[in-house]
């Protein structure tokens, strides 16, 4: 490890540790019990659309969460591979199905982690119960050139340390493009973000989009680098791959948000100022099931298989 990325560690580090310890003392200020979660084995029987899916992991422990993924995959008779880290920051352990055996991949990322006192419906059960979804449909639909393998990464609320472990340690050739799912299960436009210039993989996502009859600064939008909110893409980007972000957000809501997530004084007084949805349950313990839209939640399925489609 080299001097500059040790730095970069112990940054996102002390950022992760801040982020986390300060929804546990803002969440138990809000007060009110939680529901409980219902059994595992109940909530896997009815996971078979994605909101379904969102109680798989919804208001559970961070160790629950990643439990259910494994046993998830395990009860549908699906290979996957784990990928476990343990570093001064934290650890965890990551999941990997691929889909198709072709030599190009396209890296579909949700992680299945949350901030403490929060039931993480939207952040992030939601993106991944549409990977869960996503995975039924096209397993046996890839194109013959393209491998899409779908990450289950822990630890994202730790300055996404399962993605850059995954990135530091897992063999990254053939991947010619990133997406990390987040927030996507309120609202009706897609946004793709920290999107520095246009690429290759940004073309074939917008031409998808496009197919399926969405508009460019209308119920679609590519916005570039947020300064304060991150995600797992990150880590693949700083590897050189071309990583996004892909959020759901309420179109009427767009330019609210633009200001929002591009005012560093705004988003670290995050918990102090009024937020445009779907930040107004972001990091909270107003992050239930019941906020989520189930079309949504279809959208983005849609979405990815039309850009499994096109980077075929």
């Known amino acids: ?4 990325s040790l730095l970069s560690d112990l940054g996102l580090y002390v950022r992760g540790r801040l982020n986390s310890r300060l929804s546990q003392l803002l969440n138990r200020r809000r007060g009110g019990p939680a529901s409980p979660p219902p059994p595992l084995t109940e909530a896997l029987g009815a996971a078979d659309t994605p909101l379904g899916g969102v109680r798989l992991l919804e208001g559970r422990s961070n160790a629950e969460r990643e439990a259910a993924v494994a046993r998830v995959l395990a009860a549908r008779g699906i290979p996957f591979a784990r990928h476990r880290f343990a570093t001064f920051e ?5 999941f990997s199905v691929d889909l198709g055996s072709g030599d190009r991949v396209l890296l579909l990322i949700a992680h299945h982690d949350a901030v403490p006192g929060s039931p993480g419906a939207n952040d992030n ?8 979804r996503l995975l039924e449909r096209v397993a046996t639909r890839i194109p013959p050139r393209l491998r899409v393998r779908l990450l289950f990464t822990a630890a994202e609320e730790l300055g996404y340390l399962g993605a850059r472990a995954y990135a530091r340690h897992a063999p990254l050739g053939g991947i010619v493009g990133v997406l990390s799912l987040e927030l996507c299960g309120i609202g009706d436009s897609l946004a793709i973000w920290d999107v520095p210039a246009e690429t290759a993989f940004l073309g074939g996502i917008t031409r998808a989009l496009e197919a399926l009859g969405r508009l460019r600064d209308d119920t679609y939008h590519v916005v ?3 300064p304060v909110f991150g995600s797992d893409h990150r880590a693949f980007a700083a590897a050189g791959i071309p990583a996004y972000g892909l959020t759901v957000v309420p179109g009427a809501e767009a330019e609210a948000l633009r200001r929002f997530v591009f005012s560093p004084v705004r988003s670290v007084l995050v918990h102090l100022v009024r937020r445009p949805p779907p930040f107004d349950t972001y990091h909270s313990s107003r992050d239930r099931g019941e906020t989520l839209n189930p079309a949504a ?3 983005v399925v849609g979405a990815l298989e039309a850009i499994i489609a096109e980077m075929g």
Request: charged share 20%; hydrophobic share 50%; proline share 0%.
């Open 1 to 4: 490890m080299t001097g500059r």
């Open 90 to 94: 934290g650890r965890g352990e990551n």
């Open 125 to 132: 059960a939601a993106a991944v119960a549409i990977l869960l």
């Open 224 to 226: 570039g680098r947020i």
């Open 297 to 299: 939640l279809d959208a």
